[in-house]
C-alpha cells in the first residue's frame, strides 16, 4: 500500500518523530513532530516505534543515565 501511494503521489511518505529512552532501553515517549499526513499511518507508526529498544551496552550514554532522565532522538522515517 505504501508503493500505490508513492506512485499516486511522486514522492515517498516521510515523518519526523522523536523518541525517548530511559537507562534500560526502553522508549518511553515517542513524539511526531512531522506527520506522513495520514492519520492511520500516523498511529501505526508511533505505536511501532514504543516497541523499539536502545542497545544499552553499545551506549555510555544510557548506561550513565540518571533514573529519572530519559535520552532523546529526533529521527526522520521515511516510508517508502
Known amino acids: 500500500q505504501i508503493e500505490e501511494l508513492t506512485a499516486i503521489s511522486g514522492r515517498p511518505m516521510s515523518a519526523l518523530v522523536t523518541i525517548e529512552f530511559d537507562r534500560s ?3 518511553r515517549n515517542v ?4 506527520s506522513t499526513g495520514l492519520r492511520s499511518w500516523d498511529e501505526a507508526l508511533e505505536d511501532s516505534l514504543y516497541r ?6 553499545k551506549s555510555a550514554k544510557l548506561r550513565n543515565l540518571p533514573p529519572d532522565k530519559t535520552l ?3 529521527i526522520k522515517i521515511t516510508l517508502n
Request: charged share 20%; no cysteine.
Open 25 to 27: 532501553g526502553k522508549a
Open 72 to 74: 532523546k532522538f529526533t
Open 31 to 34: 513524539t511526531l513532530l512531522e
Open 52 to 57: 523499539w529498544t536502545a542497545v544499552v551496552s
